[in-house]
């Protein structure tokens, strides 16, 4: 049987549309392929993004750089030595990127200038990290995309 040039056309048009149609439905089927939203209330926290920002320049200008390492015990944020430490309040926000499932929220209680965050409770890879904090009624935020 000969083929021509008509004939070619559409049988590589055909075989395009199936290539296609299978990368379609093995996307949308695959459980690794996540099409959520990144938080559930994205449009929430997209509002409130200004007050963010002022917490970022307000850290800035008062020179309140937090410190964030890696220890063998865990994560050790160091908070700046010219704030008292018992008058910091505020939350940790953890974001796992890969899964929602890893993210943690927790308040700050401090017993001294640092606050450890065990080992055992960060897995290793990619991780978005928040610090909102305040201080004698200015609040302040630090983020930072550490690999653990």
């Given at each position: 049987?000969?083929?021509?040039?008509?004939?070619?056309?559409?049988?590589?048009?055909?075989?395009?549309?199936?290539?296609?149609?299978?990368?379609?439905?093995?996307?949308?089927?695959?459980?690794?392929?996540?099409?959520?939203?990144?938080?559930?209330?994205?449009?929430?926290?997209?509002?409130?993004?200004?007050?963010?920002?002022?917490?970022?320049?307000?850290?800035?200008?008062?020179?309140a750089q937090l410190s964030i390492?890696?220890?063998?015990?865990?994560?050790?944020?160091?908070?700046?030595?010219?704030?008292?430490?018992?008058?910091?309040?505020?939350?940790?926000?953890?974001?796992?990127?890969?899964?929602?499932?890893?993210?943690?929220?927790?308040?700050?209680?401090?017993?001294?200038?640092?606050?450890?965050?065990?080992?055992?409770?960060?897995?290793?890879?990619?991780?978005?990290?928040?610090?909102?904090?305040?201080?004698?009624?200015?609040?302040?935020?630090?983020?930072?995309?550490?690999?653990?």
């Amino acid at each position: 049987m000969k083929i021509n040039w008509g004939t070619g056309i559409v049988l590589a048009f055909v075989a395009f549309i199936a290539f296609i149609l299978y990368f379609v439905v093995r996307m949308s089927t695959d459980d690794r392929a996540n099409h959520d939203l990144v938080t559930d209330d994205y449009y929430k926290q997209e509002l409130a993004y200004q007050k963010e920002i002022d917490a970022s320049r307000s850290a800035a200008e008062m020179n309140a750089q937090l410190s964030i390492e890696k220890t063998p015990e865990g994560l050790r944020i160091v908070f700046p030595k010219q704030f008292e430490y018992q008058k910091i309040k505020g939350t940790v926000s953890l974001y796992r990127p890969s899964n929602k499932h890893l993210d943690h929220n927790f308040p700050l209680s401090l017993s001294n200038a640092h606050l450890l965050i065990p080992d055992n409770s960060l897995v290793g890879g990619r991780w978005d990290i928040a610090i909102k904090w305040s201080y004698e009624g200015n609040t302040f935020l630090h983020k930072e995309k550490l690999t653990y």
